[in-house]
Structure formats: structure tokens, C-alpha cells
């Protein structure tokens, strides 16, 4: 049951910093955190933990979340075109931090055992195999223009601010559904066996529902937050 109640401080905390960053740098800050979200998310996905039922998930859907939240805020209060530039920030923070650290892994190590330890352990957490970081490029691309551009829909047809959850929750169901089947689809293929396959799928997307549920309220909070400068 640790795993359980420490994750939902971990996804506590992960919101609270988000606001915080909103809150001291405005728009700037969104950026930033997409930028620093897009990379951590692909180092914690590499851990993997157990919560209840045997249900095992690996790490990374909570921050990968804030993605879709911060997408969602810079949608809601600063226009489509802020939300796709976000996505073109995240997209190119991804593809260069990729292809910076493969190439810092061919660097030869000296000859001290920390040094080789460490290098051991940086192709643990960089050396994703092509296939993977194929899937994980993929799924981003795709999946965060669509959350963009279904928001931007329901904003049309829901436009009420009392209907933000609608808005919220309608376009990153949906595209975390796309994502999480070309990760899948992607990461996965000739791997795993059609069950397996399945079960990763499900419990991936689950995961990623909750997390945007639990995180409406805070969008909430972030959009009552005004800037002299905006």
C-alpha cells in the first residue's frame, strides 16, 4: 500500500509544483515545465513499481500528465497557437535531449570503477532502444496536437467557464487514448504477447486517466492566476 498513498503524493506534488511555476513565471513558466516534463518523464519511465493487485506500472504517467495540463491552460487562456507552440517546445526539447545524451553515452569512460558505474548506469537510463524512443516521439507528436485541437473544439461547443472539466478531461481522454496505442503499438511490437500487450495497454491508459482527472482542480486554480504584464 506504500506505493499507493506515496504515488498520490507523488502526483500531489507534481501538480503543486506546476501552479508554483505558473504562479512566480507566467507564461514563460509553462514553457519551462513542458520542456522539463517532456525529458523527466522518459528517465522515470524506465522504473517500474507495484500497487495494489499486483498491478505493475512504471513511472513517468504523472508528469507526463502535466503535459496535457499545461497544454490545456496555455489553450484556455492564451489561444490555440500558444498551445501548439508549447507542443513544438516540448517536441524539439525531446528530439534534442535524445539525440545530446546517445551521443554523450559513445564517450569513452577513464578507467576509474565509478567512472564505468556511472556509465553503466546512464546507458540504463538513456540507451532507450530505438524502438522505444520511436514509440515515445510518435505518441508525443501525434497525441498532443489532437488534445489541442479537440480543446479548441469543445471550447467552441462548451465555452462556459463553469465547463472547464468538460474541456479538460473531454480532449486529454481522448488523446491519451490515441497516445498511449502508438506508444503501444510502437514500443511494443513483436515483443510482447497479445495479452501482455493488452494488459499494458489498459493499465497505461488507466493510470493516465486518473491522473487527468485528479488534475482538473488544479487547473482551475491556475486559471484564476492574472500577470500585470499579460
Not at 50 to 67: A, K, Q, R, S
Request: charged share 15%.
Amino acid at each position: 500500500m506504500f506505493n499507493l498513498w506515496f504515488g498520490a503524493l507523488f502526483m500531489l506534488v507534481h501538480f503543486t509544483l506546476f501552479l508554483i511555476s505558473y504562479r512566480l513565471f507566467g507564461r514563460v513558466g509553462i514553457y519551462a515545465w513542458i520542456g522539463m516534463a517532456t525529458v523527466l518523464a522518459n528517465v522515470q519511465v524506465v522504473k517500474t513499481v507495484e500497487m495494489p493487485f499486483d498491478i505493475v506500472i512504471t513511472l513517468g504517467n504523472t508528469m507526463y500528465g502535466t503535459i496535457y495540463l499545461a497544454s490545456d491552460l496555455l489553450n484556455e487562456k492564451y489561444g490555440e497557437r500558444a498551445a501548439k507552440k508549447a507542443v513544438w517546445f516540448g517536441f524539439f526539447t525531446l528530439i534534442a535531449s535524445t539525440i545530446i545524451m546517445q551521443m554523450a553515452l559513445v564517450f569513452n569512460p577513464d578507467s576509474s570503477e565509478l567512472a564505468h558505474d556511472t556509465n553503466d548506469a546512464l546507458h540504463m537510463i538513456f540507451g532507450l532502444m530505438p524502438q522505444i524512443a520511436l514509440g515515445s516521439l510518435c505518441a508525443y507528436f501525434v497525441s498532443q496536437f489532437l488534445d489541442v485541437r479537440i480543446y479548441s473544439i469543445l471550447k467552441r461547443v462548451f465555452p462556459a467557464p463553469g465547463q472547464l472539466w468538460i474541456r479538460n478531461n473531454g480532449s486529454t481522454v481522448i488523446s491519451q487514448l490515441v497516445d498511449t496505442l502508438i506508444f503501444c503499438t510502437i514500443a511494443f511490437a513483436g515483443t510482447l504477447e497479445g495479452s501482455v500487450w493488452v494488459s499494458v495497454f489498459l493499465s497505461t491508459y488507466v493510470i493516465k486517466f486518473i491522473v487527468s482527472l485528479c488534475s482538473t482542480p488544479f487547473l482551475y486554480a491556475a486559471r484564476r492566476f492574472t500577470f500585470k504584464e499579460e
